[in-house]
């Protein structure tokens, strides 16, 4: 299927509120005939939109939730817990090392 034709489908899928997700994005010329519509630019830009960040809470929750797995080599456990940490923001250091040392 031509990219032309695929970016009309997905526009025509995504209706309203996906065309105002993508003009803030940049695409302002979505209904023009003349204009280049790129597939695989539109669904970046919608991905983009669309994705969901980690607070700082999530990701310190999730440090906290960790626990091995079943089978799991305890060296693998620290060091995928150890990633989880880092993954913290800056400003949850201070909880984190509460945490650490309960």
């Known amino acids: 299927m031509p990219d032309r034709k ?3 489908v997905l526009l ?4 309203k509120e996906g065309i105002r997700a993508l003009r ?6 979505l209904t023009s005939s003349e204009s280049p ?5 539109l669904v970046v830009a919608l ?5 969901r960040e980690e607070t700082s809470n999530v990701k310190t929750k999730t440090f906290v939730r960790a ?5 799991e080599h305890h060296r693998s456990y620290l ?3 150890e990633e989880l940490s880092r993954d913290c923001s800056r ?9 650490l040392n309960k």
């Open 91 to 99: 400003e949850n250091e201070y909880s984190r090392c509460k945490l």
């Open 6 to 8: 695929k970016s009309l």
């Open 24 to 29: 803030t994005k940049g695409f302002d010329n």
């Open 47 to 51: 991905n983009d939109f669309f994705a």
């Open 12 to 15: 025509n899928a995504i209706g």
């Open 67 to 71: 626990s091995q797995l079943i089978g």
């Open 79 to 81: 060091r995928r817990v």
């Open 37 to 41: 519509l790129k597939f695989d630019q």
